[in-house]
């Protein structure tokens, strides 16, 4: 019979104690997986937003493009780009685009918005974007119409048909004007897309902007979200530093430190949690030394080693937390597998407020092994710092005084 | 054959206002194969005595060799190791482990030994013979009478095969009846096994059946009296 067969039975001794501490552990480690399992599910749709409707996974652009957002900072990707983008293992697809600044005007209203220059069919491939295509058709190789944001269409109070002039600045210098019919109305999921600009056929672009061949940036797909990092420094390994390659977390900081944020709100409200039910399992251990002081003085008397002792007592307060952790997961995790799979819509008004932020009116879940580990890790230090009080205990146990006890 | 040699052994205790000579200069020898009684009021010494000699506490002053060791000088993981192995105790509340069954009591000794499951298995058995109880093998404690409790610690101190047992009023919370079946049992195993059993008591019937009588009042032996 081992220390744990022991640890295990002495748990049972005072049941209802037992069960009233892994309950208030349970409790603590539903509410903490619900909340982060919500945390991670919205910042995971928010970074798929950003990710799968516009930015890809990784960028390449001329080194100053980023810093100037210029067309004269557009490149022609050179074969060497090519080779090394199709010799990296994990690219499943790259795309050109063209991208700048443009005026776009119909009747007496005009509205400054991202122009974009894409290859319809492997653009599509990459934000599937002619599935949010609301109104018209999307746009086809060699096209000469436009695709227009849904609330930049409103403001120009465009429709299928009209046409827009478009006017900004061509490559150094250059004027770059043209006519464009509207083609399509694109009605994203995400607020801020909505208001964020135009399509137009690449060809079509290169030729507006005077850019011929050229591009301002290759929009990469690859194949697993967590390794961006590993595969920009394969690409710059073998281009060096002729482009600069962007990952979707450099290209969007503010995102990251909103989530960094909020992130950190969340760590606040579970370290209170935890603090609270820390305190609750050091109750209950504290009340089973003082109750055992005596069996314990018995078991040194007998032979048992205090190390033996102080692993059992150790192996008893980690099988509280342990028994609360499973408990809290029993009722979690079936119930955020459901909301993972059925997003719960927000109210209008507070949906207002998320879609301010670029967020989707919805909360959002999300079962990566993250949100089942750390809190399994939490009640496991929790239980590791209150398992110092028993082998404190037991260090300064005298025997004869336990005997009296 | 000599297995305990007490010298001038002194236990003060300071911790009150009063100084408390509870062992005042005691000397002492014990035999193998003893069974030994020592008597006195209350408040005289006799659970401090057998606390020294069990290792369980330190002595103020003298000293206490038990087979060839001197106690006094073992550190603490060394003298818990050598109660293992030399000491078996029998406590006035019986004190069993109580979520353990009474095979895992009277094993669990044999467990911190590092003793092979066949051997602990047989020794418990046999132990458990000796006692009446091996009907009660996978009971826990508190399913078991008082006497029954005491036969099973009794059982749980042989069980290391100890040199000698000390037993702290071991019959004080059990009846007459009982109480002439513990001390039946445990002369038959002080024949059988050759252990020196020392008890400290102020029960009658125990010092009735004692082959030898130490008497101690105010933390002196008064007197030492052998029986045939």
Redesign the interface.
Known sequence: ?KNLT?AW??LW?NKRRTLITAAAVALAVFFSTLMSSMQEGTYSKMIDNIVKFYSGYLQIHHNDYWETRSIDDSYVPGQDLKDALNSTDEIELYVPRIESFTLLSTGNVTKGAALIGIDPEEENKITNLSQWVSTGEYLSKGDKGILVAVNIAKQLKAEIGDTLVLISQGYHGASAAGLFPIKGILKFPSPDLNNFGAYIDLDAARDFFSVPDMVTSMVLLVSDYDHVQKIKHAIQEKVGDKYSIMTWDEMQPEIVQMIEGDRAGGVVMKAILYIVIGFGILGTIIMMMSERK??NG?????????Y?LQTMLFYETLLIGLVGVIAGFVLSIPIISIFVNNPIPLPAEIGEAYEMFGLEPAMYFSLVPKVVLNQLITVFVITLCIAVYPVIQIINLK??NA?RA | MKIIDIKNLEKIYNDSEVKVHAVNGVNLSFEKGEFAAIVGPSGSGKTTLLNLLGGLDKPSGGEIIIDNTSVGTLKSSRLIDFRLHNIGFVFQAYNLIPVLTVKENVEFIMLLQGKSKKERDARTKELLEAVGLIDRIDSRPAKLSGGQQQRVAVARALASKPKFILADEPTANLDSKTTENLLEIMEKLNREEQVTFIFSTHDARVVKKAKRVITIEDGKIISDERRN
């Open positions: 019979m022991i039975r002495n001794r005596r069996e018995i078991m040194i008397a007998i032979g048992m080693q205090k033996r025997v004869s005997l």
